[in-house]
Nanobody
């Protein structure tokens, strides 16, 4: 069974930065796509950023250039760098992996087969 383990979340002030990591139990290049999602309390899950196996990326509109998704193929880690954080970025952030899914990518994440347990990001005003 594939395992995805997120880390790197925490409490940060407005305008601060964090780098989230997702360590994967098998080679990340075996997945057609990997993504970061987030879910805030009392809100629906939403897509943050996606990276395809070929390295192409897609960011949600609300990212506005503040997030960068990247991947270390040798260490099997997916990253999400978050910059200029806002209080509305407060959420649980989840890593997801898809064997064969293709875009367009939904906020529901039904295209993704495997999910991590999440890492909490809290932005204080």
């Amino acid at each position: 069974q594939v395992q995805l383990v997120e880390s790197g979340g925490g409490l940060v002030q407005v305008g601060g930065s964090l780098r989230l990591s997702c360590t994967v139990s098998e080679s990340v290049v075996r997945f057609n796509a990997m993504a970061w999602y987030r879910q805030a309390p009392n809100k629906e899950r939403e897509l943050v950023s996606v990276m395809s196996s070929g390295g192409g990326t897609y960011d949600a509109d609300f990212v506005e250039g503040r997030c960068t998704i990247s991947r270390d193929d040798n260490r099997n880690i997916l990253y999400l760098e978050l910059n200029n954080l806002k209080p509305e970025d407060t959420a649980m952030y989840y890593c997801a992996a898809s064997r064969a899914g293709v875009g367009p990518w939904s906020d529901s994440g039904h295209e993704f087969d495997y999910w991590g347990q999440g890492t909490q990001v809290t932005v204080s005003a």
